[in-house]
């Protein structure tokens, strides 16, 4: 699940991402932009994702909505699902994003303003993947896949003997 203040960079690297390892993209927001009826666009986000979790497909999400309450729905619903939900903090500061809204004029200050006084930052129990919503594509990448790597591995403690084998060389995903 993406999260972050609007102008941040979440959709841009949701994109970018869902490209890369063709993966589904909801972007509930643009669903909410496209609608006549916020609950209609509701049911269709919900629609969209009950299919892909029929997949068992691993899907990215963005959802318009910011409050700590929300990530803990939609992690509930994803486990229920059989997923382990990452959440990936788009980490910008809000100067930076309130210059990018106005450049691409997607929200008024209005509604900018509430987006940023509704978001609540990710605590530590929610263990989110954070990338700066400044950097490059593919430094952000790497990092997500270093946590998507690391939440693989099995946790088994290490043995004696796998202690003392001399350390060796992983081949990495290249990231263009």
Not at 109 to 124: G, M, Q, R, W, Y
Request: contains cysteine; proline residues 5%; glycine residues 6%.
């Amino acid at each position: 699940m993406m999260v972050g203040l609007p102008g941040s960079g979440k959709t841009f690297f949701a994109q970018q991402f869902s490209e890369m390892f063709n993966a589904p993209f909801v972007d509930s927001q643009f669903i909410s932009e496209h609608s006549l009826d916020s609950n209609a666009s509701e049911e269709v986000c919900q629609r969209f994702l009950a299919e892909i979790a029929r997949t068992k497909q691993t899907f990215i999400y963005e959802d318009g909505n910011l409050s700590r309450v929300r990530r803990a729905e939609f992690a509930r619903w994803a486990k229920g699902h059989g997923y382990k939900p990452l959440i990936i903090w788009v980490q910008t500061d809000e100067a930076t994003c309130r210059r990018r809204i106005q450049k691409g004029h997607s929200l008024d200050t209005i509604n900018f303003d509430a987006a940023v006084k509704s978001f609540t930052e990710p605590n530590a129990i929610e263990k989110p993947v954070v990338i700066s919503g400044k950097h490059t594509y593919k430094t952000q990448a790497r990092t997500v896949l270093a946590r998507l790597g690391d939440s693989n591995r099995p946790s088994r403690p290490m043995t004696s003997l796998a202690r003392q084998r001399p350390e060796v060389r992983r081949r990495g995903i290249s990231i263009q």
